[in-house]
């Protein structure tokens, strides 16, 4: 409400606090809460002056009544206050000892909970998490936090609600910059050799997606400790270093519990989104804004619930709208099904199953920089093909133009580039290049100058055909349309008019 004056200047209340005054150079007591309390319940120092139904409080000179100045008398009241009730002012941050003194307490729950607000503070300072041994101690509260809940140790039904909060703060996107940092904490220990540490480290990602799978199954770096894994398991035989078959089962289940998550999440997640549009009225229009190449949601998982409609075959469509969205939503779907089964069937990991829906081409690079053609910017990307030497390209259905490419980055599961066949030379593909548009030019930036090697995936529907009739569809006349008679009114018409010739 009011800012303390210069010197022994005057600071005036401004939104109805009043008026107060100080003599010193700034404002020594909190703004936060009613001042208007008698003097025995503040402890001197005020004296109300009457100003309206507010009041306003004066206090001027040096000193008070009771004596001393009141800066300190107000750091002798704060020494009294609960730390719980000082963070609902400012939060404070913790260090490294601080938190080893709170682990060390016989009540880490209760305590944590108390301070959730400087605990959130401190994993969103850099600083502080930089320190030697904090990602250590941070990594052992969790620990000890997800166990309360996980195992029910000792603990009541509210030690482990409020457990399960503090873990919920640490896992939303309000610690985003700690989640940076434990991936970063991750790779760095891996390259250390410390399995310990890194033991203790999955162990407590397997408990976070045992006990909040939704909320950590997208924030835990569970890709980076797989990596890390795998990449030192191929370089045991040069840097002669050993790792403890528990550690690669634990991070293998912890991988594959992550994955089936991921999959049910985003299941539950489009189905959601399907139940609240079939409960609420049908927009026939939505065709013309909706994409017509898939998301990747739409790709990887298997059991999608497409929003479609079947063709009317007794009775009549409403309007022209109505039957282009119909026929709009199956044609897209056409080309895309096949496309999605294949994907599905390549994360899987199954090995020697045949894949009818797809055609793969595997060891995939994005060759140089990008070329400006008519037709937009093109990349040149080079396959393997040695399984393909005794492939006649001038008489091959592979890969022709138009076709539609799906590039699966290795090692990676939760991203893919689109792209079509923009250039096709026989003497090229002898070599195993060919020239291709992404449909997304941003998509594939950072993997350019990278050596990233992908798994191309073509589609048996052939999407050049299927594009120009989707475009046409989302841009046809409704209201001029010929023979609506016969296509939209349907078993109502019993006549067929003679043609006018």
């Not at 950590?216 to 990596?227: I, K, M």
Request: a positive charge; proline letters at 3%.
């Amino acid at each position: 409400g009011g800012q303390g004056g210069r010197g022994r200047g005057r600071g005036r209340g401004r939104g109805g606090r009043g008026k107060f005054e100080s003599s010193g150079g700034r404002m020594l007591l909190p703004a936060a809460g009613d001042w208007s309390a008698t003097r025995a319940e503040r402890g001197g120092g005020f004296s109300s002056k009457g100003r309206g139904d507010r009041g306003g409080h004066s206090s001027k000179g040096a000193t008070n009544v009771h004596g001393g100045s009141h800066e300190e008398q107000y750091h002798e009241r704060r020494k009294h206050i609960p730390v719980e009730e000082k963070e609902k002012w400012i939060p404070t941050t913790l260090n490294v000892r601080d938190l080893k003194m709170l682990l060390a307490s016989g009540d880490v729950v209760s305590k944590i909970f108390t301070r959730v607000k400087s605990f959130q503070h401190t994993l969103s300072n850099q600083r502080l998490l930089d320190q030697r041994g904090m990602m250590e101690a941070v990594i052992e509260t969790l620990s000890t936090l997800v166990a309360k809940v996980e195992h029910n140790l000792s603990c009541s039904k509210d030690k482990q609600g409020e457990a399960s909060q503090v873990l919920a703060e640490v896992l939303s996107d309000r610690c985003f910059l700690f989640h940076m940092c434990l991936k970063k904490y991750v790779m760095t220990t891996g390259h250390r050799q410390d399995w310990t540490l890194l033991a203790q480290v999955s162990k407590l990602f397997k408990s976070l997606l045992t006990v909040l799978p939704g909320s950590s199954w997208s924030c835990l770096p569970v890709d980076e400790l797989q990596d890390v894994i795998v990449r030192r398991k191929e370089s045991m035989s040069v840097f002669r270093t050993h790792i403890p078959d528990a550690l690669v089962t634990d991070v293998k289940d912890i991988t594959e519990l992550r994955n089936k998550l991921r999959e049910q999440f985003s299941v539950q997640k489009i189905n959601k989104q399907s139940t609240k549009y079939e409960s609420i009225e049908w927009d026939n229009s939505e065709y013309r804004s909706i994409q017509i190449l898939p998301k990747w949601e739409e790709l990887c998982i298997r059991d999608l619930r497409s929003r479609l409609r079947p063709n009317v075959i007794q009775g009549g469509y409403k309007n022209w709208m109505h039957y282009y969205d119909v026929q709009f939503r199956l044609l897209r779907e056409d080309f895309i099904a096949p496309l999605r089964r294949g994907v599905c069937d390549i994360l899987s990991g199954e090995r020697g199953r045949k894949l009818t829906d797809v055609k793969v081409y595997h060891s995939v690079r994005i060759l140089g920089e990008p070329l400006f053609t008519s037709s937009g910017i093109c990349f040149q990307v080079q396959f393997d093909v040695g399984r393909f030497k005794h492939c006649q390209w001038e008489h091959s259905k592979r890969l022709l133009s138009g076709s539609l490419l799906c590039f699966l980055p290795v090692n990676s599961e939760d991203s893919a580039i689109l792209a079509t066949i923009a250039k096709r030379e026989v003497e090229n593909l002898k070599k195993g290049v060919i020239q291709v548009q992404f449909e997304n030019i941003t998509d594939v930036a950072q993997y350019c100058n990278r050596n990233i090697t992908f798994t191309m995936v073509e589609s048996v529907a052939y999407f050049e055909a299927s594009r120009h009739i989707l475009r046409s569809l989302q841009t046809a006349e409704v209201d001029t349309m010929p023979f609506t008679k016969y296509l939209i009114i349907g078993d109502h018409c019993t006549e067929v008019d003679v043609p006018k010739y």
